[in-house]
């Protein structure tokens, strides 16, 4: 494995929820294992008012109540925190980068970084031009003297114009080669074992297309609801906020043609490719083949849940969607004709993100008549909770007869002894201390899945007929959602039941 050099990372935004959540729990623990650089600082910046102490104080904290290591040793972390400065400035003034660049040649001097930088920019997407504008100006974009990265959330745009002209404005001021679009979920372990379980078995891949396979069904479900994001969640919506990045992601990695080699790139022309092959959606049948849903208020296990409008910030005649479901095809030889089934959504029963290949039917149903109507079989790659793969196949039942019974054959990860799975964030800031940009998304990814997703947005900003299907909180959303299914008796898998004690599917 690839050792990083000596480097800063810089992250705009620290005083926020992801730098303590996330960020310094994930430097932590690449320290812990032994794979920061030798010499390694971090500097956070950010309006809120903090002194050094005051940022490891805060720091601190939240390795205690959000790290994954066990047995945490304070003497490992005190270490840590003596890497960890911080800067009060502005994003958007001018002037307060030349107080950065200052602390920054203080730093460089201090850790022989070689004037190697990471931005990290934890901040409202407008804010990306402005900081990475503002760094040019102060001389800190330039990789002539060192290299300069830029780690950059999602959202990426909000739509197609919005995304080009994010990144048109970033290409003037840096390079694409130097930006880092990240995505959490592509940093999940079970997530890159798509690739692996697809190219290194040779039992899976012959069997991996339009002869074999009936359906693909990906979801990403989620038991919470928009908690304390309710201004935010309703001008993105999980088309925005899901859809067009994690699920569109997997949808890559299953679909994708085996890549040449295991360079970024040619991975991630791979993906572009099944992008580029996505059929059109016409705006007549975005109906037909989207189905949103908005989740509202019921009881779970004797607790009443508030309904989506209920909550804080959220319009009282919101439309905005919590659940998305989508029924597509990719054209081209490997996928024609072979419906990919996608859905995300809020307050549903459990949190679980799984893909699920759907094998086509045996051409005799041999024994259908003794045990009844018999599923396909399944390949089921768990991404979360309880990562790993289940193989679900029929083995006939002990004694007389030919009654058939549905197994599973299942890996877990946990049970790999002495395995540790190292979490999404971790993997990905290794990652871009190491210039590895494969698990990141590149530009005309971005642009390409937007451009897919314009009919169904221009049509429900447009059409005030599309319905907003009500679906009760603890339940697996709008009962209209299983129409998108061509074929008689075929439904979404259910990993679990419905936990709403009461109220009725209706619509908004």
Same mark, same amino acid.
């Given at each position: 494995?690839?050792?990083? @050099? ?38 956070? %910046?950010?309006? *809120? ?9 805060? +720091? ?24 960890? !400065? !911080? ?26 970084? @070689? ?17 990475? $504008? ?19 959330? #999602? ?12 990144? #048109? ?11 880092? &679009? ?29 002869? !074999? ?9 989620? =038991? ?25 992601? +997997? ?40 189905? &949103? ?13 508030? @309904?989506?409008?209920?909550? #804080? ?9 919590? !659940?998305?479901?989508? &029924? ?8 024609? @004709? ?5 859905? *995300? ?14 094998? #086509? ?80 998304? &590149?530009?005309?990814?971005?642009? *390409?899945? /937007? ?8 049509? /429900? *900003? ?12 603890? %339940?697996?959303?709008?009962?209209? =959602? ?6 008689? $008796? ?19």
């Amino acid at each position: 494995m690839q050792h990083p @050099g000596n480097m800063i990372v810089v992250i705009f935004g620290a005083s926020g929820d992801l730098t303590s959540r996330k960020l310094i729990p994930a430097l932590f623990s690449l320290k812990m294992q032994k794979l920061l650089p030798e010499k390694f600082a971090v500097l956070g %910046t950010g309006r *809120t008012k903090l002194s050094n102490e005051d940022f490891r104080v805060k +720091m601190n904290e939240s390795i205690h109540t959000y790290s994954k290591e066990k047995n945490l040793d304070q003497k490992q972390i005190d270490d840590f925190m003596g890497c960890l !400065y !911080y800067l009060p400035m502005e994003s958007a003034l001018t002037t307060d980068y030349d107080k950065l660049a200052n602390t920054l040649t203080r730093l460089n001097s201090d850790y022989h970084t @070689g004037g190697d930088y990471i931005f990290y920019l934890a901040t409202p997407p407008k804010l990306y031009p402005v900081i990475s $504008g503002n760094l040019s100006m102060a001389g800190l974009t330039s990789q002539s003297n060192g290299a300069r990265r830029f780690i950059v959330e #999602k959202p990426f745009g909000y739509d197609l114009k919005t995304a080009r002209e994010l990144n #048109k404005k970033l290409h003037e001021i840096i390079d694409e080669n130097q930006i880092y &679009r990240i995505d959490h979920y592509l940093g999940k372990e079970t997530v890159q074992n798509v690739l692996v379980t697809r190219f290194a078995n040779g039992i899976f891949e012959p069997l991996w297309n339009r002869n !074999y396979v009936h359906r693909i069904e990906i979801t990403a479900a989620e =038991s919470i609801g928009v908690e304390r994001r309710g201004g935010y969640y309703d001008s993105a919506g999980a088309l925005r906020d899901m859809l067009q990045n994690h699920l569109f992601q +997997m949808v890559g990695l299953t679909a994708m043609e085996p890549p040449s080699s295991l360079e970024p790139d040619a991975i991630r022309n791979e993906i572009l490719k099944v992008f580029q092959s996505l059929q059109s959606i016409r705006e007549a049948d975005v109906p037909k083949q989207v189905i &949103r849903g908005q989740y509202t208020e019921s009881k779970v296990r004797g607790k009443t849940i508030p @309904g989506y409008r209920s909550e #804080k910030g959220v319009p009282a005649d919101s439309k905005t969607e919590t !659940y998305v479901a989508m &029924r597509f095809f990719i054209d081209n030889w490997r996928w024609g @004709g072979v419906p990919f089934y996608v859905r *995300t959504g809020k307050r549903l029963p459990t949190s679980v993100t799984e893909i699920v290949i759907h094998f #086509k039917r045996t051409p005799h149903r041999l024994f259908q008549r003794v045990a009844g109507a018999l599923t396909s079989n399944q390949l089921i790659i768990r991404i979360q909770p309880d990562e790993g793969i289940l193989l679900k196949f029929d083995v006939k039942e002990p004694g007389s007869g030919f009654n058939v019974k549905n197994v599973n054959m299942d890996f877990r990860y946990s049970e790999l002894a002495n395995i540790r799975i190292p979490s999404a964030y971790e993997r990905l800031l290794f990652d871009v201390m190491t210039g590895d940009s494969t698990l990141f998304l &590149r530009d005309d990814e971005v642009e *390409t899945a /937007w451009k897919f997703l314009e009919p169904v947005q221009n049509v /429900w *900003t447009n059409n005030n007929d599309i319905k907003t299907f009500g679906y009760p909180a603890g %339940t697996w959303g709008p009962e209209i =959602s299983n129409t998108l299914f061509e074929g008689c $008796g075929y439904t979404w898998r259910y990993p679990c039941k419905n936990l709403a004690d009461e109220g009725e599917y209706c619509e908004l």
